[in-house]
T-cell receptor, first 115, second 110 residues
Framework: GAVVSQHPSWVICKSGTSVKIECRSLDFQATTMFWYRQFPKQSLMLMATSNEGSKATYEQGVEKDKFLINHASLTLSTLTVTSAHPEDSSFYIC???????????FGPGTRLTVT | QKEVEQDPGPLSVPEGAIVSLNCTYSNSAFQYFMWYRQYSRKGPELLMYTYSSGNKEDGRFTAQVDKSSKYISLFIRDSQPSDSATYLCAMPHSGYALNFGKGTSLLVTP
């Protein structure tokens, strides 16, 4: 199956700082990448969808100025959490799909803790 | 009403049992159906992917789709403790984003 990596796998930062999370498709070209967040014992919540070279589309209630998404190449998307606060602590997961395909392949996730 | 409904469980079975996991959905436009497995603190892993109605088998896993009833199932034969995880059904809508069920937590006891 297709492989998606995320970096870092775990990050702790102080309140008010920014954190960047990288998502890479290792063996296919990702036309579309998705960013999700997941709270303990809950299902995945879609935050935004990004197509390569285009601005991301954010779900209702997700602050686009707080969660900056860049999808500059067919293998890399980044999520930057700006001015992080403790309530932003969560598990962030990206997924990717290739053109013409409905299957999404997920990264291993990034655990963000804001102190 | 959520577009995809899934019983969260937990479901506990003894090793070797046949497991049946199910989802219902409300949008008749859904054509593609996926099952993901998620271990604790990991990203979901795509297990099965089916198109339209019918069955698909892969090893110990069988995915079944009944579009007339808007009902999909995942069967796991000869369940193993390593199958203990949360199983999520998912269906893509326009724009390719996935509608997920809440996930069913499965525990297979030795």
């Amino acid at each position: 199956g297709a492989v998606v990596s995320q970096h870092p796998s775990w990050v702790i930062c102080k309140s008010g700082t920014s954190v960047k999370i990288e998502c890479r498709s290792l063996d296919f070209q990702a036309t579309t990448m998705f960013w999700y967040r997941q709270f303990p014992k809950q299902s995945l919540m879609l935050m935004a969808t990004s197509n390569e070279g285009s601005k991301a589309t954010y779900e209702q209630g997700v602050e686009k100025d707080k969660f900056l998404i860049n999808h500059a190449s067919l293998t890399l998307s980044t999520l930057t959490v700006t001015s992080a606060h403790p309530e932003d602590s969560s598990f962030y997961i990206c997924s990717a799909r290739s053109q013409g395909s409905y299957e999404q392949y997920f990264g291993p996730g990034t655990r963000l803790t804001v102190t | 009403q959520k577009e995809v409904e899934q019983d969260p469980g937990p479901l506990s079975v003894p090793e070797g049992a046949i497991v049946s996991l199910n989802c219902t959905y409300s949008n008749s436009a859904f054509q593609y159906f996926m099952w993901y497995r998620q271990y604790s603190r990991k990203g979901p892993e795509l297990l099965m992917y089916t198109y339209s109605s019918g069955n698909k088998e892969d090893g110990r896993f069988t995915a079944q789709v009944d579009k007339s009833s808007k009902y999909i199932s995942l069967f796991i034969r000869d369940s193993q403790p390593s199958d203990s995880a949360t199983y999520l059904c998912a269906m893509p809508h326009s724009g390719y984003a996935l509608n997920f069920g809440k996930g069913t937590s499965l525990l297979v006891t030795p």
